[in-house]
């Protein structure tokens, strides 16, 4: 089975709850289905064996990383990492560019 086909079986199966607090194993399949969810989409996805409700996602060669921590009302705490991307000797119009494109995605929400 592909892991869309995964993915979307797992996403069916929490149809059924209700939007209230998530119990642990509630919480794990959701993690666990916005990880396929991810993955499908062709991202890279790593979690963290000591907190499952952490996600590390990125584009495979990408340069940026989103650390993604769920919790058990959906929510979601996410920064990006960018680590060194930007090199010594930067312009300023290089390093606003950089930052209006990596903005532009808020927008487009």
């Known amino acids: 089975m592909s892991s869309d086909a995964r993915a ?3 996403w069916e199966d929490m149809g059924d709850e209700t939007p209230e607090l998530l119990s ?3 919480l794990d399949r959701y993690v666990e289905t916005v990880a396929e969810l ?3 989409a062709g991202l890279r996805v790593e979690t963290d064996d000591g907190d499952t409700t952490h996600l590390s996602v990125s584009w495979p ?4 990383t989103l650390e993604a ?3 058990d009302d959906r929510s979601a705490e996410w920064t990006i990492e960018g680590g060194d991307d930007v090199g010594e000797g930067t312009t300023a119009v290089g390093l606003a560019t950089l930052l209006v494109r990596m903005m532009e995605a808020d927008q487009r929400r």
């Open 38 to 40: 991810l993955r499908a």
């Open 8 to 10: 979307l079986m797992m």
């Open 24 to 26: 642990e194993d509630q």
């Open 61 to 64: 060669g990408g340069r940026f």
């Open 69 to 71: 921590y769920l919790r």
